[in-house]
């Protein structure tokens, strides 16, 4: 009995080393996708920008070299850009959540741990062991000082799991203490949210060229992911008298 058992150990611990080993495989061939097709993408750019010519009138004098130095920086920033994004789509922040008052890093961790699970099982009907936890952990330094928790990180093996938790989130209306009052957003790169903030304040210059309602009035929201994000003006509800 206990060589069957010893069997079918090794048998799990080599299919989950051969799932880890796929996926190692994929996550490279992605990435010479990706490395080769931005390669065509200069060669083509710099064969074009050869073809053009400069205008005589123009005192323009931009050679292959700077042209060439110019488009590797912009496919290194959208490189950079793409790794952010790679490093956070697994990823969810959790506000409002309560922090232990533990001076030990690692029960605190631990408790979040613990909180992430049964928020997981108990809100959206997810058992982290089958859809996979990585870590969760809080952003900025513990202060006993603040009046709010400070955000909680978690990192999910998969998106999908993610995006599971995301197609939920109605559920949270209907949410029973602890979990009521909890909000979940996407994790961003700092670009990324340096770009919905510049999208949500046009959209409050928009409303108050157009409108003389007070722009307290609504929440404004951003929607939708790349070049289709946009912003969703929503009324605020008013506080019962």
Partial sequence: MKEKCDIETVNQLQEKVKVLEDRLQQQQKEQVDKLSTLEQKIKHHLEESTCRRVPENQNMNVGAGELSHGVAEEVARRIERDNDMEKCKNNLLLYKVAETD??????????????????????????????????????????????????????????????????????????????????????????????????????????ISASTEPVENYWFRVVGKGMRMRVMKVRKEKSAQ
């Fill in 102 to 207: 533990s001076e030990d890093a690692a029960d605190r961790n631990a408790s979040d741990l613990a909180f992430v699970t049964e928020f997981l099982d108990n809100v959206f009907k997810i058992n982290p062991s089958s859809h996979g936890i990585n870590r969760v952990f809080r952003l900025g330094r513990k202060d006993n000082s603040r009046d709010s928790p400070r955000p909680l990180l978690v990192e999910f093996c998969e998106e999908k799991s993610k995006e599971q938790v995301v197609s939920g989130l109605r559920y949270l209306r209907d949410a029973d203490v602890p979990y009521k009052g909890i909000s979940v957003s996407h994790d961003l790169a700092p670009w990324q949210r340096e770009e919905i903030k510049e999208l949500v304040e046009q959209a409050k210059q928009d409303h």
